[in-house]
């Protein structure tokens, strides 16, 4: 009879943590990428009445005969699967979908979170507003290159930095000559070149039919000494001659679609030489049409806003209209997520049976990618978590009737003697 009590009571008391569980998931139902948890219970070693034997004398066997001493709390999961993606439409909210969790760190210590409410902290710097545990990544360097396998570092968008002026050297063409052109007809087109020190400068082509067959010249004039009261100079070395096979109507001379431009005059802060890139012109019946598709030269800017890939690439968008390159989000794997060890304020740590972390950049051996202008919502169910509020109480409530009932049968036990 007293067995039944106590198993009683160990019901009761872990039914009582099953709704403690229960209770935690549905308060975190609306925080940002909470994982929920599953409780699992187990047996106690029974107490065996009768062991079991084996057939024998033409008799069967026999089954064991054991009574139960109640229950135990088994184990305590975390249910690692993805919450759904909410949008928010702030620049500095991140979410991953698949597999891995962002790096933050307080400078001693590393942790581990799903939570990208981020933001840009007043030293430039991207942190968690509500812990100050800044973001790890790896920082590129001036030419826009990451190097991944040094050790990460916190983040930094510094609004209004500058970017020096670059000149240009290489501006890509795209378009259309009309092959059915007339000797001597002119397509135009202006290009604007930057020189060392970030100055524009409008540099005129034009494009002549020439007399032979599928063939074009190509002059350049520009103005050498700033003064827009005097006529534009010619570049040398001018014409140069572009031709197009007859039966593709690709680019055939210059093999590599290059022609070198170099110009001069008081109006450049150096001597200004860039190649025009033509590979990519065709010669088909039609209107003529030429457009300026790139060029690598830009004026100085300063940063004004920044766009993250779903790779975690962070590229910093200038004022001056250039993009490059400044960071690179890291994310970190576990060979056991359901290991991890909740540290709070939506953060993790590793435990012995969680693995080391996997560093590694988005979207790469396994990892997800990351969105942005978005936040991962909690993963709990909550029609399933108030079907656990109804088990848990009538788990604890039959528990507290076999008391009530085995309290019962030993009074009338008791009252046996009256």
């Known amino acids: 009879m007293m067995r039944a009590l106590f198993s009683a009571i160990s019901g009761m008391r872990n039914h009582m943590s099953y709704m403690d569980v229960v209770g935690n998931n549905i308060a975190n139902v609306n925080t940002i990428a909470y994982k929920s948890s599953r409780v699992t219970f187990q047996d106690i070693l029974g107490q065996t009445i009768r062991g079991g034997s084996s057939p024998q004398n033409g008799r069967g066997g026999t089954n064991p005969a054991q009574i139960g001493l109640g229950m135990n709390l088994g ?212 209107q003529s049409q030429i457009n300026l598709s790139s060029q690598d030269g830009f004026p100085a800017g300063a940063l004004v806003s920044f766009a993250v890939g779903n790779s975690g690439e962070i590229a910093g968008i200038y004022s001056n209209g250039s993009n490059r390159i400044i960071g690179q989000l890291g994310l970190a794997t576990f060979v056991n997520p359901g290991g991890l060890q909740r540290a709070g304020q939506n953060n993790w740590q590793p435990t012995a049976n969680s693995g080391d972390p996997i560093l590694g950049t988005p979207n790469t051996n396994g990892r997800g990618t990351v969105s942005t202008g978005t936040l991962e919502t909690s993963n709990v169910d909550l029609a399933q978590q108030f079907t656990n509020v109804i088990i848990a109480q009538r788990g604890f409530q039959s528990s507290s009737r076999v008391i009530t009932a085995s309290d019962q049968m030993l009074q009338d036990l008791v009252n046996i003697i009256r």
């Not at 969790?101 to 007043?122: E, H, K, N, W």
């Not at 190509?218 to 534009?232: K, N």
């Open 75 to 286: 184990g305590i999961d975390t249910i690692m699967s993805q919450g759904s993606l909410q949008s928010t439409g702030k620049l500095t909210d991140f979410a991953v979908q698949g597999d891995g969790f962002f790096i933050v760190s307080d400078g001693q210590r590393s942790y581990y979170t799903r939570d990208g409410a981020f933001d840009i902290g007043v030293d430039g710097g991207l942190v968690n507003p509500n812990t100050g545990l800044r973001v790890l990544g790896w920082a590129a360097d001036n030419s826009g290159v990451v190097n991944t396998d040094t050790p990460m570092t916190p983040l930094e968008i510094p609004f209004g930095t500058r970017i020096s002026a670059q000149a240009s050297t290489l501006m890509n063409l795209a378009g259309n000559l009309d092959a059915g052109a007339a000797t001597g007809g002119l397509v135009n087109t202006t290009l604007t070149a930057y020189d060392t020190l970030g100055n524009a400068h409008s540099v005129a082509v034009t494009y002549t039919k020439n007399a032979a067959a599928n063939t074009w010249d190509v002059s350049v004039s520009h103005d050498d000494d700033g003064d827009p009261s005097t006529a534009a100079v010619a570049a040398t070395p001018a014409p140069a001659q572009i031709t197009f096979d007859p039966l593709t109507g690709a680019i055939l001379t210059p093999a590599n679609g290059l022609i070198n431009i170099p110009l001069t005059g008081t109006a450049y802060a150096s001597p200004l030489t860039f190649d025009l890139n033509m590979a990519s012109f065709t010669q088909f019946a039609g």
